[in-house]
């Protein structure tokens, strides 16, 4: 069989993948906090016809002779750009200006996740939740009879209680990695720290190299629909080429089957 109908093969997957990311980033493009995907691809292995040889006496050097077999995915990365800040004017819509991730866990605490969407709410005891109803961290609770709340670009979170007494409830802290690109997505807007992510630095908002907190805004998705679009047809056109490679191969192992008749 011809390598180049190997080499079209190859091609077509890797478009296919391609496909694939994009149709995910314009699922997300309203996603609160959702970050694009972007897919890398790299050649194959190169087969050696005739290697290289220096120049001699008589003759000159010789570059070598090589045939590529095709592509493959070399990565797909996750693009950590910051999305447009959108006004809700609610208090618990929090977003990140700059560097950092809200932090998130179950009651038992045995499990972190980390968010740049910061839709929170508060649940019947005061607690204030994701939407999934995970805690943030650090725990804060605020008083059901509590009149009013502010959070303030450093995390602290204020209330007037009942009499109309300003108290604090706790202040909130946001994590930033070493690698934000080696973090893990696992659905629901949610991260996981891995061994390529490095060790999170957990600090106040407003802290070297840690964004602030902006109660009343929300941060969108970092999709751009011109981007993806334009990616699309890239990949359209990539997919379709690598047909006609395949087409091409084809007719040519007819015409080697049709030599004997």
Known sequence: ????????????????????????????????????????????????????????????????????????????????????????????????????????????????????????????????VTGDGLYLEPKINIPTDAKSMSIGQDGTVNYIDKDGELKEAGQLTLAKFPNDGGLEKVGGNYFRETTNSGTPTIDDPGSTGIGTIESGFLEMSNVDLSEEFTEMIVAQRGFQANTRIITTSDEILQELVNLKR
């Open 1 to 128: 069989m011809l390598r180049s109908m190997y080499s079209g093969i190859s091609g077509m997957k890797n478009f296919q993948t391609k496909l694939d990311v994009i149709g995910n980033n314009i699922a997300n493009v309203n996603t609160y906090g959702y970050k694009k995907g972007r897919v890398v691809f790299k050649d194959m292995i190169n087969q050696n016809i005739s290697g290289a040889s220096a120049a001699g006496d008589t003759r000159g050097g010789v570059n070598p002779r090589q045939v590529g077999l095709g592509s493959q995915l070399s990565t797909i990365d996750t693009i950590h750009t910051t999305g447009s800040l959108q006004s809700t004017g609610r208090v618990l819509d929090l977003a990140v200006s700059g560097s950092g991730f809200f932090q998130a866990t179950d009651k038992a605490g045995t499990e972190t996740f980390y968010t740049r969407a910061g839709n929170f709410y508060m649940d019947n005891n005061g607690d204030l």
